[in-house]
């Protein structure tokens, strides 16, 4: 290469040999994962761009750390919960994580960048909202593990709760109970909200409460549950499912600031009022003051699925994508009470 010369990359490759960059670097690893035609000709193309792989990056990769990079965002409190399983189950096999928050002055780009300059050697991404592709690149460099989102692409391996049986198991307690009139509190476009939802609109349906279905936007946060608190006065339904916990927090504040009461709500038990039913089980959802019927996401089995998936990718043991759907349970509590006969 003459001085000056642009030095051809493995994006170079890949888009001549017409596969993502995540395979051309499979191929030029000699990791196992793409068929012989696509090695071959990957190859090919490789040879006849003139591509060599960066010594020094690869010399750099060949430095063991143990080092787990984990993106979080600090607005979320289920996060701040399940990092502490995920330091648990790094701990028993000999891993240590190193945290790269987002925040709202600080996106999930910046937080990865972060973390590749630390030279982990693999990377936890909880719930990210970077885009497939963009998965698929980070995927080429290092193993990317993929927490509470799917995403369809074999580099990324994902770990996730399944959202669609935890929203039908909410209706399902609520139907139960009595209630008919059930809303769900959207979580727009964030990671889980599309599964959640239609678990929501499918348990309706087979309750034979297809027209009574009503999905209100919400979103992540305690503003986004009372600004969908006050979308459903002055007439609100009997019961509510809500994207997550926090969210759910806003709505419980709302409602009860309007004199809506709610079963539980200080304390006392009583049928009517409105029964909210969150989703996560987050540590101050079990507090006395909140006590939130809720969904809960397995914590260990979540964190030990994540772990396991990073360390076999690292250590060569398993490199066949995976996708790992740990099962949710209903955690019943004082938000959620029998409907008024009527």
Known sequence: MQSGERRTTLADVAAEAGVSVALASIVIRGAAGAGAATRERVLEVAQRLGYQPDSRARLLRSVRTRLLGV??????????????????????????????????????????????????????????????????????????VAMMRTVRQRAVDVVRTDDTRGSELAVDHLVDLGHRRIVHIDGGALPGAAERRRGYQDAMRRHDL???????????????????????????????????????TGLLD??????????????????GGVSVVGYDDSSFSRLAHINLTTVAQDVAA????????????????????????????????????PAVPG
């Open 254 to 271: 709302v409602l009860r600031g309007h004199g809506h009461p709610v079963p539980g709500g200080g304390g006392q038990r009583f049928h």
């Open 71 to 144: 993106v979080f965002d600090v607005r979320h409190p289920f996060h701040t919960d399940l990092l502490t399983g995920l330091y648990d189950a790094a701990g028993a096999v000999g891993y240590e994580l190193t945290l790269s928050a987002v925040t709202p002055r600080r996106d999930e780009r910046t937080a990865i960048g972060g973390l590749l300059q630390d030279r982990c050697e693999a990377l936890i991404l909880f719930s990210p909202r970077s885009r497939t592709a963009d998965l698929a690149a980070l995927a080429a460099r290092l193993p990317v």
């Open 302 to 337: 979540l964190a030990a699925g994540a772990v396991r998936r990073a360390v076999a990718r690292i250590e060569g043991t398993d490199v066949e994508h995976r996708e790992v759907v740990i099962e949710p349970r209903l955690i019943i509590r004082g938000t959620s009470g």
């Open 210 to 248: 297809g027209d009574l279905i009503r999905v209100i936007p919400g979103g992540s946060g305690e503003d986004d549950g009372a600004r969908a608190a006050e979308r459903l006065l002055p007439d609100p339904p009997t019961a509510v499912t809500v994207f997550n916990d926090l969210s759910a």
